[in-house]
């Protein structure tokens, strides 16, 4: 029987137990006549990205040869891979010293949502190369998987904060836990406020810990997260904050406080490095997917919408398809493809987002950018922000998509505010770049030079490949007539589109966007 999961043009590839290729048809691929095949296919198949060196492959599975012979080996091997894939062959593919496989047309197993082996199977089961390169290799492998195995469970959270009867107290308990919420798509918090003690209950993984202290002026905040297993302090936080209730609805310490500690709370359990392994990320379920769809390299892109349909099949939750639909938007931002197919396929996830989540402040929020963006109804899109943010203000990216809807209506003045306001609560998650660079775009409308600068370059620092914001950095320093960063810009830019300049960006009509080239300043061209 064809694996339920694997897509009309794609292979899908078993690493636990003895390793298997299967066709879309069903059938099998995998290359038996040898062991050296089989040990290079899963080299990469594990890589980040999907890409290995030549020199990297050729150490690993022939490190007791010369440099020439070992090479000639890697090319003999590669044939024989290539030969038992058929008319997959295509799926490899060399270039600049690079040996790649094709991301999105290759499902693993390890990729499916909370991913366990069978009882007793191992990684790799029963393959032999006798290299010791390769040996080490895959006793790391299976150590990690091993360890993954252990503590890569959903986490189960208890949050426990000290009795308040203040409103500066309720608002962040319900700002937190909302926030948790709107995230994750899953319940992965058990809020009490009583706290009768800090002995966790069973089934723990980590204790959050929350006092306040008040006085007429001020809130003093202490947040703390132990791992219970081995009671470890991961970290804490303190901050402060207006305590009078007619201040606390716009005092961006209280919401700034809640998202740097969703942040660190969230992401502190997910994977951080940012070449960790797909695999890595995606034990992390729904938050995997979002990671992998803001670090956007490679395979990322593909690789989480695949967990996300396979996740919201398996939970029937809204918030899987406007995660999924505001990945779309990627492919009009980041790629220049719009069409029709692109809309309709988004228009219809928006629509079954709102209809089965239309109170997650999160699932508004992802829906109203889509909505703005790829269905070109920013009034729509500003309606849906405005109800993301009374669910939870806490909201960074609610009030981030607020503003793009409102410099479409070309409200600027009030997409600035909003897209500013984002800017100050926001915490310290993967999505901080995206933040920093729709204040840049409403700063750059607004012909706030300086600032749209300083936001450019603070997205661009975070994640030097988001076209996004290079791309307006190049219009702002050619405004400023900086010659040095211009290039450096454009430079960047080029390394992806090389015959990108800033006269092509302004003149081109479907390029990238009209609200880029609407922007209210010169430039030297």
């Given at each position: 029987m064809v694996n339920a999961h694997i897509e009309n043009q794609g292979l899908f590839l078993r690493l636990f137990g003895t390793l298997s290729v299967q066709a879309p048809d069903g059938t099998d691929l995998t290359p038996y006549k040898s062991a050296k095949s089989q040990a290079l296919l899963a080299l990469l198949a594990m890589a980040p990205?999907?890409?290995?060196?030549?020199?990297?492959?050729?150490?690993?599975?022939?490190?007791?040869?010369?440099?020439k012979q070992a090479a000639g080996s890697l090319k003999t091997e590669l044939y024989e891979l290539r030969r038992a894939l058929g008319p997959f062959k295509d799926i490899i593919t060399s270039r600049h010293g690079l040996i790649q496989l094709d991301g999105p047309r290759i499902t693993r197993d390890i990729d499916q949502p909370d991913f366990t082996p069978d009882t007793g199977a191992e990684f790799l089961e029963g393959i032999r190369v006798r290299d010791p390169q390769f040996e080490n290799w895959l006793r790391n492998t299976r150590q990690s998987f091993h360890k993954t195995q252990d503590h890569g469970h959903k986490p189960r959270l208890l949050f426990r904060s000290s009795p308040g009867q203040d409103l500066s107290h309720d608002l962040f308990l319900g700002g937190y836990s909302q926030s948790i919420a709107d995230w994750c798509a899953e319940k992965l918090v058990e809020a009490d406020s009583n706290m009768p003690d800090l002995t966790p209950k069973e089934g723990v993984d980590y204790l959050l810990r929350h006092t306040v202290v008040q006085t007429?002026?001020?809130v003093s905040s202490s947040f703390a997260m132990l791992r219970v297993r081995d009671d470890v302090l991961m970290w804490q936080h303190a901050s402060t904050y207006a305590a009078q209730p007619?201040?606390?609805?716009?005092?961006?310490?209280?919401?700034?406080?809640?998202?740097?500690?969703?942040?660190?709370?969230?992401?502190?359990i997910a994977p951080e490095n940012g070449q960790s392994s797909e695999a890595a990320y995606l034990n992390r379920s729904t938050l995997g997917a979002v990671r992998l769809l803001f670090r956007n390299r490679g395979a990322d892109m593909a690789i989480a919408r695949r967990h996300l349909r396979t996740a919201q099949e398996a939970t029937g939750r809204g918030l899987h398809c406007a995660w999924l639909a505001y990945?779309?938007?990627?492919?009009?931002?980041?790629?220049?493809?719009e069409t029709q197919a692109l809309r309709d396929e988004a228009e219809a996830l928006c629509?079954?987002?709102?209809?089965?989540?239309?109170?997650?402040?999160?699932?508004l929020a992802l829906v109203s950018y889509t909505t703005t963006l790829l269905l070109q109804n920013p009034m729509a899109g500003r309606d849906l922000a405005s109800r993301a943010i009374e669910i939870n203000r806490a909201n960074p990216l609610a009030w981030s998509f607020q503003a793009a809807a409102l410099y479409h209506l070309r409200d600027i003045d009030a997409a600035v505010q909003s897209a500013d306001y984002a800017r100050k609560i926001a915490g310290d998650g993967p999505y901080r770049y995206a933040v920093e660079t729709y204040f840049c775009i409403a700063a750059t409308l607004a012909n706030r030079v300086e600032d749209a600068i300083r936001a450019g370059e603070t997205a661009a620092m975070l994640k030097p490949d988001f076209k996004a914001s290079q791309r307006y950095l190049a219009m702002?320093?050619?405004?400023?007539?900086?010659?040095?960063?211009?290039?450096?810009?454009?430079?960047?830019?080029?390394?992806?589109?090389?015959?990108f300049s800033v006269r092509k960006m302004l003149e081109m009509s479907e390029y990238p966007s009209d609200i880029l080239r609407s922007a209210a300043i010169s430039t030297i061209g």
């Open positions: 990205n999907f890409e290995r060196s030549r020199d990297f492959l050729a150490d690993k599975l022939w490190s007791d040869r010369q440099p007429d002026e001020k007619d201040a606390l609805f716009q005092d961006t310490g209280l919401y700034s406080s809640i998202n740097h500690r969703v942040d660190r709370t969230l992401f502190e990945s779309l938007c990627f492919d009009k931002a980041e790629s220049n493809v629509r079954r987002a709102l209809e089965l989540e239309p109170f997650n402040s999160m699932t702002l320093y050619s405004h400023q007539k900086d010659e040095v960063n211009l290039a450096r810009v454009v430079d960047t830019l080029r390394r992806t589109e090389p015959d």
